[in-house]
């Protein structure tokens, strides 16, 4: 990876999100974010800036269109995917990195394939990316945001944690589905922060 490789990335990134400006400046904001944290965190920074980048990059598909594309490309559906095939746009984002932009470096991939829900083992790439796009600048839907955007910097585990436990809680409070996977990675991370 090399500089130029980044803002080729960036370039096609910005092509396909041409007509989403707020989507376009997400990704740059998870970017952002990611980086500084890998930085923190020992992780490759490019490769966190890259996942940053594209993460979304599929979430401009219609829930047709996604669900269409995973038959099309064999990617196996889960029922509660079925139900809300908006959370797709992390495996077809996977995808479309690897197709459109020529991105085959696994970690960069399931990064991006699991934003959306996490799961219970998470690489720090991984953890990375998923909390990224809570705490990016333009976001404001985590809860208690000032405390958890300091607390990132401190502690990846526990505010990956916190987040999880916020948005069960408020999926729960509004009646709305929750997806078993991410069910189980709040379970996982609630155990590891229990064991410690
Ligand atoms: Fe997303
Ligand atoms: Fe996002």
């Known amino acids: 990876m090399n500089n130029e490789y980044v803002t080729e990335i960036r370039s096609k990134v910005a092509e396909i999100l041409k007509d989403k400006p707020d989507r376009f400046w997400h990704s740059v904001g998870v970017a952002n974010t990611a980086a500084a944290l890998a930085m923190r965190y020992n992780v490759d920074m490019q490769k966190a800036y890259i996942a940053g980048l594209v993460h979304d990059c599929a979430k401009y598909l219609s829930d047709q269109d996604l669900l269409m594309e995973c038959k ?6 889960s029922e509660y995917e079925e139900k809300s095939p908006y959370l797709l ?4 984002g996977a995808l479309y990195s690897k197709e459109k932009f020529g991105i085959d470096d696994d970690e960069i991939l399931s990064a991006v394939t699991y934003h959306t829900t996490g799961k219970p083992d998470m690489t720090t790439l991984e953890e990375i990316i998923f909390i990224a796009d809570f705490l990016e600048p333009m976001r404001n839907k985590a809860f208690d945001l000032d405390e958890v955007r300091s607390l990132v910097f401190i502690d990846l585990k526990k505010t990956v944690y916190i987040v999880l436990r916020d948005t069960l809680t408020y999926l729960e409070k509004s009646s709305k589905p929750i997806d078993k996977l991410t069910y189980d990675t709040y379970t996982a991370y609630k155990n590891k922060l229990e064991e410690v």
């Not at 099309?72 to 559906?77: A, C, D, N, R, S």
């Not at 746009?89 to 077809?92: A, D, L, R, S």
Request: glycine share 20%; charged share 30%; proline share 0%.
């Open 89 to 92: 746009h992390g495996k077809v």
């Open 72 to 77: 099309k490309h064999g990617i196996e559906i």
